[in-house]
């Protein structure tokens, strides 16, 4: 994942996702800290809406507020990735730009 802010790309940063029918899981570490994601993905439309959700503590401590990231975003089969955007609303900063995902699947599915 990668996503743009303060005029430059950040990433890639590897995360782990499961995928439980409609119901999105995951975590992984980034420049701002650690974080759990929970969201969902819609085959009808393929579009995948997210919330990475920081752990207060973990990297850095001027970017972690313990904060939310809404995460929107689309299949973009072109460039065989989802693209969209990041949007944070706190008391201490707002902001959005673009976020891009690309999947790779690490192991069988278990049946």
Same mark, same amino acid.
């Given at each position: 994942?990668?996503?743009? @802010?303060? #005029?430059?790309?950040?990433? &890639? /940063?590897?995360? @782990? #996702? =499961? #995928?439980? $029918?409609?119901?999105?899981?995951?975590?992984?570490?980034?420049?701002?800290?650690? /974080?759990?994601?929970?969201?969902?993905?819609?085959?009808?439309?393929?579009?995948?809406?997210?919330? !990475?959700?920081? !752990?207060?503590?973990?990297?850095? &401590?001027? $970017?972690?507020?313990?904060? @939310?990231?809404?995460?929107? +975003?689309?299949?973009? $089969?072109? $460039?065989? @990735? #989802?693209?969209?955007?990041?949007?944070?609303?706190?008391?201490?900063?707002?902001?959005?730009?673009? /976020? =891009?995902?690309? +999947? !790779?699947?690490?192991? =069988?599915?278990?049946?």
């Amino acid at each position: 994942m990668c996503y743009y @802010q303060y #005029f430059k790309w950040h990433g &890639p /940063f590897l995360a @782990q #996702f =499961e #995928f439980n $029918e409609r119901i999105i899981r995951g975590n992984g570490t980034d420049d701002v800290g650690s /974080f759990d994601i929970t969201g969902s993905y819609s085959t009808d439309d393929n579009h995948m809406t997210l919330t !990475k959700h920081y !752990k207060r503590g973990t990297g850095n &401590p001027r $970017e972690n507020l313990g904060h @939310q990231v809404k995460i929107d +975003l689309k299949w973009n $089969e072109q $460039e065989q @990735q #989802f693209n969209g955007q990041w949007i944070i609303r706190t008391t201490n900063y707002s902001g959005q730009d673009k /976020f =891009e995902l690309k +999947l !790779k699947q690490d192991r =069988e599915p278990t049946l």
